[in-house]
């Protein structure tokens, strides 16, 4: 049993930062990749940014391309966003992701967060 918690998130004014953390536990937890998505109501889910298992290797979605810093403290079994320059566009539900298959994807995960949401207030 996996278990991925997320932190922070919360209202966040246009033009400013937003970290959001996770935390992977569970039983006899094997070593994984991490994820981070977004959603509003109405659309699909969004792939935002991908960081590997050693964290190496880091991919980032058009939408948050060089705003974005994806990192992970593999001590904690964490991992993090970092959005920068914010517009009302960000605002989503983010969500944490962590897939425990070999190599490092923008789409197939095996265990999912709950969710935190962010909105960007202009």
């Known amino acids: 049993q996996v278990q991925l918690v997320e932190s922070g998130g919360g209202l966040v004014q246009a033009g400013g930062s937003l970290e959001v953390s996770c935390v992977v536990s569970?039983?006899?937890?094997?070593?994984?990749?991490g994820g981070w998505f977004r959603q509003v109501p109405g659309k699909e889910r969004e792939f935002v940014a991908a960081?590997?298992?050693?964290?190496?290797?880091?991919y980032y979605g058009d939408s948050v391309e060089g705003r974005a810093t994806i990192s992970r403290d593999n001590t904690k079994n964490s991992v993090s966003l970092q959005l920068n320059s914010l517009t009302p566009e960000d605002t989503a539900v983010y969500y944490c992701?962590?897939?425990?298959?070999?190599?490092?994807?923008?789409?197939?995960?095996?265990?999912w967060g709950q969710g935190i949401q962010v909105t960007v207030s202009s």
């Open positions: 569970g039983q006899n937890l094997r070593t994984f990749s």
């Open positions: 960081i590997g298992r050693r964290g190496y290797i880091t």
């Open positions: 992701a962590a897939r425990t298959s070999v190599g490092i994807s923008k789409t197939e995960y095996d265990y």
